[in-house]
């Protein structure tokens, strides 16, 4: 019985001691976080410039264009997941180490969430405002992304840990990560859009929270496995 | 069983047999190929509703078919491959991809062929059609991250777990794309019902699905057969194979 106790305060420790690590060292490069936030506003600016500036049809398009450009945001900021800490080393050291490899992915997953998609859910009103987005509909949205970035994390760092040995990442990288993150987009979209229409949106976000539950459970497999991989080379 | 198992491993053995068993596939799949066209094309009557340009089916739903268990194979491969370290099944993993990806761009391909009399499209936003396109870059994805790296072992495995996690989404994927949208025709042939057409039209269907299996078959072996031939070349087995020639 003492010997689970342990085991549950030693993961603890790791989650909390990786978290703080990572924030501590992405506070020191200050751009890289926020880089792809003033990307996912210049692709949503990009849309009325590209289409037509008429609110009616902005308002319709909004939801596929603010979650399209979150994704692409994800995908643009999924390089300070284990680029650096490959580079120096400190990878090679915490697969390592005794400690389970599985909190400590889970605690850099979601470092990485905080980092990335905790400020877009945070920046998506004002640009769901400028897409003249009802009221309903930003709430939604922000429901949607709250839910589904943190799956787009999991997600993208299966992709992030099977090329980080590699040399030229970016293309290949939104190549294998694009086509798993088709239910999300498909499922968070729907849900802002329903509740435009006035409908419930409870349904939408059930299977959100599902995709989010088997993403925690199971990504974390993936991710240090593609890891064992990449550092065995 | 066992023994089989590791039997099969041995690159040496599997090119020896596979050597024995690539004509007598060969010649079952032209035969079956042959059989299925002519009575698919010439004798199957003609759809009350479609009329003759149904008959791409004959060679839609086979593609269908295998772009479909061919991804399942490849994942099934590449996870004996992960496991157990077998160098045979990561060789068929590799060997899957490409020709799965075919299979699905020919499903497509011919998917759009049939809507433009049919839907008056080439192409529609449906559910079927959509994730056959993401099983297509599924596919694109195995196939570039296995070129991607320049160590074998590596590339194999990473492209393995790639596969892996696909399989996982595809059903996944499946259902979501069904929510969204749905136009085409539930599937034409299952296991558990009695088909809804006559059985002049599904025999030669079946045919045509024993054949592109077989085709299959044929050409996994052959690309098998040249990589393995690659992997192995320092090896003594291949060089007496170059000597005998």
Partial sequence: MTAQVDVKQVNQGIFIAMIRRDMTAAFRHPSDLINPLIFFVVVVTLFPLAVTPESDFLREIAPGVLWVSALLATLLSLDMLFQSDFQDGTLEQMILSPQPLYASILAKVFTHWLLSGLPLTLLSPLLAMMLFLSADGTQALMLTLLLGTPVLSFIGAIGSALTVGLRKTGLLLSLLVLPLYIPVLIFASGAVQAAIAGLPIVGHLALLGALLALAVVLAPVAISTALRISLSG | ?245
């Fill in chain 2, 1 to 245: 069983m066992w023994r089989w198992f590791h039997k099969l491993g041995s690159p040496k053995w599997f090119y020896a047999i596979s050597g024995r068993w690539l004509p007598w596939v060969a010649v079952a799949s032209i035969l079956l190929l042959v059989v299925g066209t002519v009575w698919a094309l010439l004798f199957a009557p003609a759809d009350y509703q479609q009329g003759n340009s149904y008959r791409i089916i004959y060679i839609h739903v086979p593609a269908a078919f295998l772009a479909q268990s061919v991804y399942v194979m490849m994942a099934v491969a590449g996870a004996i491959g992960l496991i157990w370290k077998m160098k045979l099944a990561d060789v068929m993993a590799k060997c899957c991809a490409p020709i799965g990806a075919s299979f699905t761009f020919l499903a497509l391909v011919t998917g759009a062929v049939w809507g433009k009399p049919t839907w008056g499209a080439w192409w529609v936003w449906d559910a079927r059609l959509t994730s056959m396109l993401v099983l297509l870059f599924l596919y694109l994805g195995v196939v570039a991250l296995q070129s991607a790296f320049t160590d074998r072992n590596q590339a194999a495995r990473a492209s393995a777990l790639l596969s892996l996690v696909g399989l996982v989404n595809i059903p996944i994927i499946k259902y979501s794309v069904e929510w969204w949208n749905t136009l085409h025709q539930p599937a034409s042939l299952t296991l558990t019902e009695k088909p809804a057409m006559p059985a002049d039209m599904w025999v030669p269907l079946l045919i045509m699905v024993a054949g592109f299996y077989c085709f299959f078959t044929v050409v996994l072996l052959m690309r098998a057969r040249v990589e393995l031939l690659d992997r192995e070349r320092r090896t003594g087995w291949v060089k007496d194979i170059i000597k005998a020639k």
